[in-house]
């Protein structure tokens, strides 16, 4: 895909309509690689035997994908989305700023952030919680504008939202709501409200930092209860949201796909749509959602042609998941000026999975040596050598990779290809690592095996070039801190490879790997399977505890790039909750991407 330039004032509803109109400026990809190689894998000899892992084929066709109506980009919907932007908005400044509640102003960002909207009042979000924090002690805070008498619920909403922005605020707070038993209630009543203030209870608890033990303390309670709540309630609309919360989490939970639950969570709750202004901002939110639905339509239709015209395609023994890794990026991501990170995620998403087909099965260890080589040589005029299956999956390697870093000259003003570069190099040497013990049957400790997976997981390759394409500038003194070495880099690399190992080792094991985290810590502890998992499980949550502390920290890192990565983190998690949703995408995840990308909202 050609460069594509927008204004920052393209975060808004405005910006839908200039992303829209710049991305038709490039509705015919370049068609380079296929004249340049021919592209199927059938060229290569058929004497060679290879190994193939049988997935299922692509589930998305291009002609589907360009009938897609986008039935939304018109300039109407825009003009209607910002009168009701300006109602909402009128809605944070008209709380008055004495004899309100602290409360209110919290539920309004509440809101609006788990309906998606929230990026068109940062203004009012930050003014409110500003007003929130002033109050805030280490009593917790209360419901009324002075903050005094602390409530449960008021504190622990308080305390969650205020901790995802970034507010110095302590967990040791909920101390002050411990019963003599332990409990956070001295007697239930299963009240809608002391519903809610458990649910709140339990949201709070996911985002809490390593050695909190309140907070897991907090976590137990929240789901025991909830779950005894699932069981008893009649309330179906309280089932759906405690059902929601209990199976996604904060972790595993895309941001896209809470948006539209939420959307039918509020929509089902009569009591809460009796109120005029919730009416206003649920109306907001679906026309929202819509819009950009569409938008991304367009997006997914320019690279449904890209990645047709690559000839990657026609590999038959490779994984075609482009439409899934967009989704991936685009469930996190829905600013219309963050066009290149989306698309640029995707991408890259993309050809790493057909490189892992190739290092993992397809390819002899002759051919990985000669890949590997060749993308450290980055010279397209000097593979003549490779096989033919290797040349088209170079020039689209190649073609991406340099795509991303044009982009990302744009927003950083500096040449990022040397860094580039040296970030895939060692990702494939990590992937020759396990084809070389492949070949020779050698089973590494799990120590041995984690630090290599940590770079073979593919985190930072997907993250790092993308992010530079944010309109955030990471200098070179700057990167450190959030790519590699940096613990926040290391803590999304291992939770990557361990949330895959987990959910995907039996698959792997059947296709003749023998290295996993699984198996590498099955072997060195002598263990069995369950016990293995059970403890990788248990590690696993604790990173996502470090992680939740190293994203949330103060630092010198802009925020909006934290954000992003974490996103993808979220999104990552989210396919991994049961199984290997980007391999295995006709379960669920075929239908999550016809809810979010394919099936707009009903208008009512």
Same mark, same amino acid.
């Given at each position: 895909?050609?460069?594509?330039?927008?204004?920052?004032?393209?975060? /808004?509803?405005?910006?839908? *309509?200039?992303?829209?109109?710049?991305?038709?400026?490039?509705?015919?990809?370049?068609?380079?690689?296929?004249?340049?190689?021919?592209?199927?894998?059938?060229?290569?000899?058929?004497?060679?035997?290879?190994?193939?892992?049988?997935?299922?084929?692509?589930?998305?066709?291009?002609?589907?994908?360009?009938?897609?109506?986008?039935?939304?980009?018109?300039?109407?919907?825009?003009?209607?989305?910002?009168?009701?932007?300006?109602?909402?908005?009128?809605?944070?400044?008209?709380?008055?700023?004495?004899?309100?509640?602290?409360?209110?102003?919290? @539920?309004?960002?509440?809101?609006?952030?788990?309906?998606?909207?929230?990026?068109?009042?940062?203004?009012?979000?930050?003014?409110?919680?500003?007003?929130?924090?002033?109050?805030? *002690?280490?009593?917790?805070?209360?419901? /009324?504008?002075?903050?005094?008498?602390?409530?449960?619920?008021?504190?622990?909403?308080? +305390?969650?939202? +205020?901790?995802?922005?970034?507010?110095?605020?302590?967990? /040791?707070?909920?101390?002050?709501?411990?019963?003599?038993?332990?409990?956070?209630?001295?007697?239930?009543?299963? @009240?809608?409200?002391?519903?809610?203030?458990?649910?709140?209870?339990?949201?709070?608890?996911?985002?809490?930092?390593?050695?909190?033990?309140?907070?897991?303390?907090?976590?137990?309670?929240?789901?025991?209860?909830?779950?005894?709540?699932?069981?008893?309630?009649?309330?179906?609309?309280?089932?759906?949201?405690?059902?929601?919360?209990?199976?996604?989490?904060?972790?595993?939970?895309?941001?896209?796909?809470?948006?539209?639950?939420?959307?039918?969570?509020?929509?089902?709750?009569? @009591?809460?749509?009796?109120?005029?202004?919730?009416?206003?901002?649920?109306?907001?939110?679906?026309?929202?959602?819509? &819009?950009?639905?569409?938008?991304?339509?367009?997006? +997914?239709?320019? +690279?449904?042609?890209?990645?047709?015209?690559?000839?990657?395609?026609?590999?038959?023994?490779?994984?075609?998941?482009?439409?899934?890794?967009?989704?991936?990026?685009?469930?996190?991501?829905?600013?219309?000026?963050?066009?290149?990170?989306?698309?640029?995620?995707?991408?890259?998403?993309?050809?790493?999975?057909?490189?892992?087909?190739?290092?993992?099965?397809?390819?002899?260890?002759?051919?990985?040596?000669?890949?590997?080589?060749?993308?450290?040589?980055?010279?397209?005029?000097?593979?003549?050598?490779?096989?033919?299956?290797?040349?088209?999956?170079?020039?689209?390697?190649?073609?991406?990779?340099?795509?991303?870093?044009?982009?990302?000259?744009?927003?950083?003003?500096?040449?990022?290809?040397?860094?580039?570069?040296?970030?895939?190099?060692?990702?494939?040497?990590?992937?020759?690592?396990?084809?070389?013990?492949?070949?020779?049957?050698?089973?590494?400790?799990?120590?041995?095996?984690?630090?290599?997976?940590?770079?073979?997981?593919?985190?930072?390759?997907?993250?790092?070039?993308?992010?530079?394409?944010?309109?955030?500038?990471?200098?070179?003194?700057?990167?450190?801190?959030?790519?590699?070495?940096?613990?926040?880099?290391?803590?999304?690399?291992?939770?990557?490879?361990?949330?895959?190992?987990?959910?995907?080792?039996?698959?792997?094991?059947?296709?003749?790997?023998?290295?996993?985290?699984?198996?590498?810590?099955?072997?060195?502890?002598?263990?069995?399977?369950?016990?293995?998992?059970?403890?990788?499980?248990?590690?696993?949550?604790?990173?996502?505890?470090?992680?939740?502390?190293?994203?949330?920290?103060?630092?010198?890192?802009? &925020?909006?790039?934290?954000?992003?990565?974490?996103?993808?983190?979220?999104?990552?998690?989210?396919?991994?909750?049961?199984?290997?949703?980007?391999?295995?995408?006709?379960?669920?995840?075929?239908?999550?991407?016809?809810?979010?990308?394919?099936?707009?909202?009903?208008?009512?």
């Amino acid at each position: 895909m050609a460069s594509i330039s927008l204004s920052p004032s393209a975060l /808004g509803f405005s910006g839908l *309509n200039k992303a829209s109109n710049q991305l038709k400026l490039f509705a015919k990809p370049s068609r380079r690689r296929l004249d340049l190689l021919p592209c199927k894998a059938s060229s290569t000899p058929q004497t060679t035997a290879r190994r193939t892992a049988n997935h299922h084929p692509n589930l998305w066709d291009d002609n589907f994908i360009q009938s897609l109506p986008k039935a939304y980009e018109a300039p109407c919907y825009a003009e209607e989305a910002e009168t009701f932007i300006r109602e909402v908005k009128e809605m944070f400044n008209g709380m008055p700023t004495q004899n309100s509640s602290v409360h209110e102003r919290l @539920s309004m960002v509440d809101k609006v952030e788990r309906l998606g909207i929230d990026r068109h009042f940062q203004k009012e979000i930050k003014e409110a919680l500003d007003c929130v924090y002033r109050y805030w *002690n280490d009593k917790g805070i209360g419901n /009324g504008e002075s903050g005094s008498c602390a409530d449960l619920n008021t504190t622990v909403l308080a +305390l969650r939202i +205020l901790r995802l922005h970034r507010y110095d605020v302590s967990s /040791g707070v909920l101390e002050n709501f411990k019963e003599k038993d332990g409990n956070f209630l001295n007697s239930y009543s299963q @009240s809608n409200e002391e519903i809610n203030t458990i649910l709140n209870l339990y949201r709070v608890s996911l985002i809490a930092f390593p050695e909190e033990k309140i907070m897991e303390e907090a976590k137990v309670f929240a789901t025991k209860y909830l779950k005894e709540v699932m069981s008893q309630t009649k309330d179906s609309n309280i089932s759906k949201e405690i059902q929601f919360n209990l199976e996604y989490g904060w972790h595993t939970n895309m941001p896209r796909f809470e948006t539209r639950n939420y959307i039918d969570i509020y929509g089902g709750n009569t @009591s809460w749509m009796a109120c005029k202004s919730n009416k206003k901002i649920l109306y907001l939110a679906k026309l929202d959602f819509n &819009m950009v639905q569409s938008l991304q339509q367009q997006e +997914l239709q320019l +690279l449904s042609r890209w990645w047709t015209e690559s000839g990657v395609p026609q590999l038959d023994f490779a994984r075609n998941r482009y439409v899934e890794y967009y989704f991936w990026a685009a469930g996190g991501c829905v600013e219309p000026k963050y066009y290149a990170y989306r698309i640029g995620c995707a991408k890259i998403a993309s050809i790493a999975t057909v490189l892992d087909d190739i290092y993992d099965t397809y390819g002899t260890l002759d051919e990985l040596k000669l890949f590997t080589n060749a993308v450290k040589r980055w010279d397209p005029s000097s593979i003549d050598y490779l096989p033919e299956y290797m040349k088209v999956v170079f020039m689209a390697f190649y073609e991406i990779v340099n795509e991303m870093v044009e982009e990302a000259t744009k927003t950083q003003g500096r040449d990022t290809l040397d860094y580039a570069r040296k970030v895939w190099e060692a990702f494939l040497d990590s992937y020759m690592q396990e084809a070389e013990w492949l070949a020779t049957s050698y089973i590494p400790t799990f120590e041995e095996y984690l630090e290599n997976a940590k770079i073979s997981g593919g985190a930072r390759i997907v993250i790092l070039q993308p992010l530079l394409t944010l309109d955030a500038v990471l200098p070179d003194t700057l990167l450190p801190k959030i790519d590699f070495p940096s613990r926040f880099n290391e803590l999304l690399a291992l939770t990557f490879r361990l949330s895959n190992d987990i959910n995907s080792f039996k698959a792997e094991v059947a296709r003749g790997e023998k290295a996993s985290c699984v198996a590498c810590y099955m072997r060195d502890r002598s263990t069995e399977e369950e016990e293995a998992l059970d403890h990788l499980k248990s590690l696993n949550e604790k990173l996502f505890k470090e992680l939740s502390f190293e994203y949330l920290k103060l630092d010198s890192v802009p &925020m909006c790039s934290k954000d992003h990565a974490i996103s993808l983190s979220q999104g990552y998690h989210f396919f991994y909750r049961e199984r290997d949703g980007f391999t295995i995408s006709t379960k669920d995840t075929r239908n999550y991407i016809l809810k979010i990308l394919v099936q707009p909202m009903t208008m009512l």
